[in-house]
Nanobody
């Protein structure tokens, strides 16, 4: 059974930092692109960031560019999202995502492309 399990969410003050982790199990995710989406209360889920199979390519939503950093450790089948300079508008449930593409350099930013989702972890940023 394929599972993506997020951790690291919590409550933080504006300007603070959090690091989310997504551990994959059930198959080897070291060879597929992975990323993060988020859904704020009353809003649709939106793309945050993605990372290629190798980790050499990354992409970010404009709203988090320069503040968030995505990385991966393929030996541990884990993807990370380091969130710095957090703002109240970053408050949301954050979801890990994986796309079953084996194309080198493949990147994604649409929900429709995602094959596997984590259960989500809540991030709350207080002002």
């Amino acid at each position: 059974q394929v599972q993506l399990v997020e951790s690291g969410g919590g409550l933080v003050q504006a300007g603070g930092s959090l690091e989310l982790s997504c551990a994959a199990s059930g198959r080897t995710f070291s060879s597929v692109p992975m990323g993060w989406f988020r859904q704020a209360p009353g809003k649709e889920r939106e793309f945050v960031s993605a990372i290629s199979r190798s980790g050499r390519s990354t992409t970010y939503a404009d709203s988090v560019k320069g503040r968030f950093t995505i990385s991966r450790d393929n030996a541990k089948n884990t993807v990370y999202l380091l969130m710095d300079k957090l703002k109240p508008e970053d408050t949301a449930d954050y979801y890990c995502a994986a796309v079953l593409s084996y194309v080198m350099g493949y990147m994604f930013n649409r929900e429709e492309e995602v094959d596997y989702w984590g259960q989500g972890t809540q991030v709350t940023v207080s002002s």
